[in-house]
């Protein structure tokens, strides 16, 4: 799962191909907004959404500013961080689900601010941890 707003730099675009080399299968969550109305950062001319699988559209306006104000010169309000995070949120909460209806045990993390959370994760980090890439 590769995130860029705009997946007009050169960073996802090259992370996406080199997955997609690899024979991995590329999520791109992006604004594909940016794609028609600016320009590709990357030596290919292409974004993130021509190097995936799957694009999940963010629909965040290019600029990622959904306020105005009379007085204000620039827009303002920021949103992608928000909608990205939901986003994300969703798709976790959809794999969840449909790996429950397979029978399948996700293996999900805990909070650690709850009783007993720091062992559960612990354990899941024993089973997974070479699938988790996570540093603390």
Request: aromatic share 6%; hydrophobic share 45%.
């Amino acid at each position: 799962m590769i995130v860029s707003l705009s997946g007009r730099n050169s960073l996802p675009v090259e992370m996406a191909m080199n997955a997609r080399a690899l024979g991995l299968k590329v999520i791109g969550v992006t604004s594909v907004a940016y794609a028609t109305e600016t320009r590709s950062r990357h030596v290919s001319g292409s974004f993130l959404k021509d190097h995936c699988d799957v694009v999940v559209d963010s629909k965040i306006a290019v600029g990622d500013a959904e306020l105005s104000l009379d007085g204000v010169d620039a827009p303002f309000g920021p949103a992608s961080s928000v909608v990205t995070n939901a986003l994300m949120q969703a798709m976790v909460a959809a794999a969840v689900e449909q790996l429950a209806a397979r029978g399948v045990q996700p293996p999900l993390l805990r909070s650690g601010n709850v009783d007993g959370g720091h062992d559960w994760n612990g354990r899941v980090f024993q089973e997974y941890g070479e699938r988790i890439f996570y540093r603390h």
